[in-house]
T-cell receptor
Framework: DAKTTQPPSMDCAEGRAANLPCNHSTISGNEYVYWYRQIHSQGPQYIIHGLKNNETNEMASLIITEDRKSSTLILPHATLRDTAVYYCIALSPHGSGNTGKLIFGQGTTLQVKP | NAGVMQNPRHLVRRRGQEARLRCSPMKGHSHVYWYRQLPEEGLKFMVYLQKENIIDESGMPKERFSAEFPKEGPSILRIQQVVRGDSAAYFC???????????FGEGSWLTVV
């Protein structure tokens, strides 16, 4: 699976949009971009994933560039409870020898401030 | 729909004892993953199992650690003769057979004294 690069930390004001970038310049055509977060002392939480098109759900939006070399996770109205480590992971689907296991990097520590 | 259930949430063991951590995957999920997170460190993959089969154990320590996912019942991560360095949070995750999205439990915190 392709390597991803994220800034180690970011701050965001409460109520504002949090835009978390991720570079995955070596991503292959069948690799999805997954985002998870881990709030302190909790299990990782799935947020969203996408392949080519932009995606939105009740938690966040995912914007993937046309060349798929980078993406941005957007939390539209950040709250203090969104303070967490956010992980961007490139993942091949099951099958063809891929186990689908997630490999976590260091992620981005997002601090939402009042 | 219940999520991934792990128990115990907290476990204290003396050096040399055994620790057994249990994981019940989400309903309809037949794939289980175990991860370990040492204090102030990142999440590390340990093992991936399907029912009655270990598919990928590339992240498992060579000794003292074992995992199973029987036909009936939860997946078990077993640590024999625990040492202080085994103190960590152990997370279980599961996914459906055909899908990719992996969902995590809240973790089991092991403390070795």
């Amino acid at each position: 699976d392709a390597k991803t690069t994220q800034p180690p930390s970011m701050d965001c004001a409460e109520g504002r949009a949090a835009n978390l970038p991720c570079n995955h310049s070596t991503i292959s055509g069948n690799e999805y971009v997954y985002w998870y977060r881990q709030i302190h002392s909790q299990g990782p939480q799935y947020i969203i994933h996408g392949l080519k098109n932009n995606e939105t759900n009740e938690m966040a939006s995912l914007i993937i560039t046309e060349d798929r070399k980078s993406s941005t996770l957007i939390l539209p109205h950040a709250t203090l409870r969104d303070t967490a480590v956010y992980y961007c992971i490139a993942l091949s689907p099951h099958g063809s020898g891929n186990t689908g296991k997630l490999i976590f990097g260091q992620g981005t520590t997002l601090q939402v401030k009042p | 729909n219940a999520g991934v259930m792990q128990n115990p949430r907290h476990l204290v063991r003396r050096r040399g004892q055994e620790a057994r951590l249990r994981c019940s995957p989400m309903k309809g999920h037949s794939h289980v993953y175990w991860y370990r997170q040492l204090p102030e460190e990142g999440l590390k993959f340990m093992v991936y199992l399907q029912k009655e089969n270990i598919i990928d154990e590339s992240g498992m320590p060579k000794e003292r650690f074992s995992a199973e996912f029987p036909k009936e019942g939860p997946s078990i991560l077993r640590i024999q003769q625990v040492v202080r360095g085994d103190s960590a949070a152990y997370f279980c995750a599961s996914s459906r057979e055909e899908g990719n999205t992996i969902y995590f439990g809240e973790g089991s915190w092991l403390t070795v004294v």
